[in-house]
């Protein structure tokens, strides 16, 4: 998380910074599941969207981990080979409990000063 680049696209406003985390967190699980279907049906371009869709998504909290690891996945939907797609999941959803532990640190931080 790059919290030089966050401060910069949202300073004092924090109240659209805390919508957006609110959606994310609303948002994910049900990308995860449609990831875990599309994998199970063998709809590798169903991983590819979903994929891209929350590379998009995490994009707004400049945390290039989890937004590489979702990429992964996307390209590998997209060539059609999703035989790895639980390890990067998986990869993905650690991730994205460590975003979240770091972007109520940082919110709190900011409601502190």
Do not use: W
Request: proline share 2%; glycine share 6%; net charge negative.
């Amino acid at each position: 998380m790059d919290i030089e680049k966050i401060n910069y696209e949202f300073g004092d406003d924090l109240d659209i910074f805390e919508e957006l985390i609110q959606d994310f967190k609303e948002e994910a699980p049900s990308m995860f599941e449609s990831i875990e279907k599309a994998h199970a049906s063998g709809d590798a371009n169903e991983v590819m969207i979903v994929a891209h869709t929350f590379k998009g998504v995490v994009s707004n909290f400049y945390s290039e981990k989890i937004k590489d690891c979702a990429f992964k996945m996307e390209t590998m939907g997209r060539d059609g080979d999703i035989s790895e797609i639980p390890k990067y999941l998986e990869e993905l959803k650690s991730l994205y409990s460590q975003l979240l532990i770091d972007l109520e640190g940082f919110l709190n931080q900011k409601k502190a000063s």
